[in-house]
C-alpha cells in the first residue's frame, strides 16, 4: 500500500492560465474523489468516480472544471481559465467499493493563482 | 441537506489535559460517522469511524461515540500529548450515498 499520490504538490499560474493535477489512487481501490479545501475550511466534495465512471459531480462545481479517469486508474483534475478564486488545496482521496469504506487522502496539490 | 457542525478552535491545552471536540450533524437515516486527522504537512488520516447508533470508534487513546438521541459524535481523549497537535475533522457519510461531508474542522494545540 503505498498511498494517494497527487502531482504535482504545488502549481503556481497567472489567472486565466490553463492547469491540471493528476491523482493515483491505491491499487486495489475502485472510487476515487476530488474534494476542494481553503484556509480554515473542512474539505468540500467536487466530483467522484466509481472505476472509469464520473457518477456524481458537485452542482457548485463551475463548468471550467473537468476531471477524468480513463482506465479506471488514475486521475486528472483540469482547471480552464484559471481564477484567483480558484486557489486552494485540491485533494484526492480513493476507497474500496462497500460500505462504509473509509476514504484515504493523499497529500493534495495547493494551486496559487496570482 | 446533510451537513456536520464542530467546535470552533483553536483549542490549546497542556501536555495530559483531557480533550473533548464536539460534532453535531444533520441527516436523514443512519449516516456512518468518522474522525480525520491533519498532521502538520501531511493528508488527512482516518482517525476512528462508527457505523450505526451506539457504536464506539477508538484509535491511538481517542473515542467517539455514536449518539443517535443528540445527533452528536463528539471526539475525546482522556490525556493528549504534544503529538497530538493537529487539526480535526467530523465527517459523514450516508450509507445510500457516495458523498463524505465534512466539518470545518477544529484546530488542537497541545503545549508542554
Known amino acids: 500500500d503505498t498511498g494517494v499520490s497527487q502531482n504535482p504538490r504545488h502549481k503556481i499560474t497567472k489567472r486565466g492560465q490553463n492547469v491540471t493535477f493528476r491523482c493515483d489512487p491505491i491499487?486495489?481501490?475502485?472510487?476515487l474523489y476530488w474534494y476542494r479545501q481553503t484556509l480554515g475550511q473542512g474539505p468540500e466534495f467536487l466530483t467522484y468516480?466509481?472505476?472509469?465512471?464520473?457518477?456524481?459531480k458537485s452542482r457548485l462545481l463551475s463548468d471550467r472544471f473537468s476531471a477524468e479517469r480513463p482506465k479506471g486508474s488514475f486521475s486528472t483534475l483540469e482547471i480552464q481559465r484559471t481564477e484567483q478564486g480558484d486557489s486552494a488545496m485540491y485533494l484526492c482521496?480513493?476507497?474500496?467499493?462497500?460500505?462504509?469504506?473509509?476514504?484515504?487522502f493523499g497529500n493534495g496539490t495547493r494551486l496559487t493563482v496570482t | 441537506g446533510d451537513s456536520v457542525t464542530q467546535m470552533e478552535g483553536p483549542v490549546t491545552l497542556s501536555e495530559e489535559a483531557f480533550l473533548t471536540i464536539n460534532c453535531t450533524y444533520t441527516a436523514t437515516g443512519y449516516p456512518s460517522l468518522f474522525w480525520y486527522v491533519q498532521y502538520p504537512g501531511e493528508g488527512l488520516q482516518l482517525l476512528l469511524k462508527?457505523?450505526?447508533?451506539?457504536d464506539k470508534g477508538s484509535n491511538k487513546g481517542f473515542e467517539a461515540t455514536y449518539r443517535k438521541e443528540t445527533t452528536s459524535f463528539h471526539l475525546e481523549k482522556g490525556s493528549v500529548q504534544v503529538s497530538d497537535s493537529a487539526v480535526y475533522f467530523c465527517?459523514?457519510?450516508?450509507?445510500?450515498?457516495?458523498?463524505?461531508?465534512f466539518g470545518t474542522g477544529t484546530s488542537l494545540t497541545v503545549i508542554p
Open positions: 468516480f466509481q472505476n472509469e465512471a464520473q457518477l456524481e
Open positions: 482521496a480513493s476507497s474500496q467499493f462497500g460500505d462504509p469504506s473509509p476514504l484515504h
Open positions: 491499487s486495489e481501490h475502485n472510487r
Open positions: 465527517a459523514l457519510r450516508q450509507n445510500t450515498g457516495n458523498q463524505f461531508y
Open positions: 462508527a457505523t450505526k447508533a451506539d
